[in-house]
């Protein structure tokens, strides 16, 4: 029987790894590889956690840019901060999305698990003193609706950028409630009405039903006249207290539902511009503007279009009004002109028939020319209201409607654009407001037809 020679047959194993028990009558060789197999499970071992490492790295790093992230830090920094929350009312439309007929001081906790809501359901008890001390000038459409009345608390979003609506509010809080806030923050009623359809209908203590579709209409007919009926009332002044009483049972109803359905609810509102966010702490601004969710006029390089309305003493028919917006871009010995068509219908079938009493701004960039300007073809380009705001230029003009009456306005202007090269349009809708349809047209080819429901698009 041949000799075995271990060094000579296995020269290419490490003698650390390699035990050989033999004899020399026997041809049966047994290997022990129990120390090459630890070392393959270390270094098996240590890959795994490499690539687990760099698995969760990478997942943390993409969870850094999402929106959930951001909002995640939006929540923490908000811990132990004071708010004003306001109440916008999209049936009385105003820049921002609505009038600030109530409002509540919002106090959040340090684990954000025992936050309090404080309402303000009569503004005009200390909104009224402002008028004998403030000496600020009510804006012109304003001023030409309610004479001799300084600007006060009530009208102050007028501006169409919600940071400076949002400073003023401030300003105006700090005088007549003595109060400091940390930011603002506005919700549009057509949030709650959102929120009516994902709980369904809610009862009030008086036994009331309250769904999506009678909220605007039951809640205005019970603040505005009902509770008037009541000589107590008059002397308590306090209208609005049944927004108080109507907030924990409609949240109480909302908490039931899963967190997807909330979750996808909220963001929604958002894309909506029916929430809106103001923080003076500049870093959560920051984040907030990454977002969109800050209200203010998304940067302009090139075009840009938005048209915002106000329903000055027109009662609550914003919500009864269709608006339908057509943009046509074309070019002409290297200028571009805007062609733009504004419908507005008041349908005659919903609550209340009554005027629907309008001033709208066209916002575009800033040094845009007016070229002509047509309200069912009437000629009115003398009666447009040109001013520079906010970085834009903005064309004002009263554009009111009557219970099923339909208006068209048309407007030709030149934005300060040389050619088609690198052109783009940016559509900002107004916040608070319906859908709408638009319709955009770039260099005769239609580029966008249809419903229109988020705060802004580029084209």
Same mark, same amino acid.
């Given at each position: 029987m041949a000799k075995i020679r271990f060094l000579d047959d296995f020269k290419a194993i490490r003698k650390k790894d390699l035990r050989a028990d033999y004899s020399r009558s026997t041809s049966k060789i047994r290997i022990d590889k129990s120390g090459l197999t630890k070392t393959r499970k270390r270094k098996n071992r240590r890959l795994a956690l490499v690539v687990v490492l760099s698995i969760v790295i990478s997942q943390a790093i993409l969870f850094s840019q999402t929106k959930y992230f951001d909002f995640t830090q939006l929540a923490l920094r908000a811990r132990s901060k004071t708010f004003l929350v306001g109440f916008q009312n999209s049936g009385e439309l105003r820049p921002t999305g609505g009038f600030w007929g109530s409002f509540g001081i919002?106090?959040?906790?340090? /684990?954000?698990?025992? @936050?309090?809501? !404080?309402?303000?359901? /009569?503004?005009?008890?200390?909104?009224?003193?402002?008028?004998?001390?403030? *000496?600020?000038? !009510?804006? *012109?459409?304003?001023?030409?609706?309610?004479?001799?009345?300084?600007?006060?608390?009530?009208?102050? @979003?007028?501006?169409?950028?919600?940071?400076? &609506?949002a400073k003023t509010l401030e300003w105006y809080f700090a005088q007549g409630w003595n109060q400091k806030v940390d930011g603002v923050f506005a919700v549009s009623s057509l949030a709650v009405i959102d929120l009516l359809k994902l709980t369904g209908e809610i009862e009030l203590p008086d036994g009331q039903k309250i769904n999506s579709e009678n909220f605007t209409e039951t809640m205005s007919k019970k603040i505005d006249e009902e509770y008037w009926l009541d000589p107590k009332n008059k002397e308590i002044n306090e209208p609005k207290t049944l927004l108080k009483d109507l907030a924990p049972i409609l949240l109480s109803k909302?908490?039931?539902?899963?967190?997807? *359905?909330?979750?996808?609810?909220?963001?929604?509102?958002?894309?909506?511009?029916?929430?809106?966010?103001?923080?003076?702490?500049?870093?959560?601004?920051?984040?907030?503007?990454?977002?969109?969710?800050?209200?203010?006029?998304?940067?302009?390089?090139?075009?840009?279009?938005?048209?915002? /309305?106000?329903?000055?003493?027109?009662?609550?028919?914003?919500?009864?009004?269709?608006?339908?917006? &057509?943009?046509?871009?074309?070019?002409?010995?290297?200028?571009?002109?805007? @062609? !733009?068509?504004?419908?507005?219908?008041?349908?005659?079938? *919903?609550?209340?028939?009554?005027?629907?009493?309008?001033?709208?701004?066209?916002?575009?960039?800033?040094?845009?020319?007016?070229?002509?300007?047509? !309200?069912?073809?009437? @000629?009115?380009?003398?009666?447009?209201?040109?001013?520079?705001?906010?970085?834009?230029?903005s064309f004002g003009f009263w554009f009111s409607t009557e219970p099923g009456e339909e208006k068209v306005v048309n407007i030709t202007y030149k934005p300060p654009i040389n050619g088609r090269k690198n052109y783009s349009l940016i559509y900002q809708k107004q916040p608070g407001t319906i859908t709408e349809q638009l319709s955009v047209t770039r260099f005769g080819r239609e580029i966008f037809e249809g419903s229109f429901n988020q705060l802004y698009r580029r084209f």
């Open positions: 919002l106090k959040t906790s340090e /684990n954000l698990k025992h @936050n309090e809501l !404080l309402f303000e359901t /009569n503004p005009y008890k200390k909104d009224n003193i402002l008028i004998n001390e403030s *000496k600020v000038d !009510l804006p *012109k459409p304003m001023a030409e609706t309610w004479q001799d009345r300084p600007q006060t608390f009530v009208n102050a @979003n007028w501006s169409f950028s919600f940071p400076d &609506a909302a908490s039931k539902k899963s967190k997807l *359905k909330l979750i996808s609810y909220a963001l929604s509102q958002l894309k909506k511009g029916h929430i809106l966010f103001f923080f003076n702490d500049e870093r959560s601004q920051k984040i907030a503007k990454t977002r969109n969710i800050t209200g203010e006029m998304v940067e302009c390089k090139s075009d840009c279009l938005s048209i915002i /309305n106000a329903n000055l003493n027109g009662g609550k028919t914003s919500l009864n009004i269709e608006q339908s917006v &057509a943009c046509d871009v074309s070019e002409s010995e290297n200028q571009i002109s805007s @062609n !733009l068509e504004i419908s507005r219908i008041h349908k005659a079938d *919903k609550w209340p028939q009554i005027l629907n009493r309008n001033w709208t701004r066209v916002i575009v960039p800033l040094g845009s020319q007016l070229e002509s300007a047509y !309200l069912d073809g009437q @000629n009115i380009k003398d009666q447009i209201d040109i001013t520079n705001e906010g970085g834009r230029t």
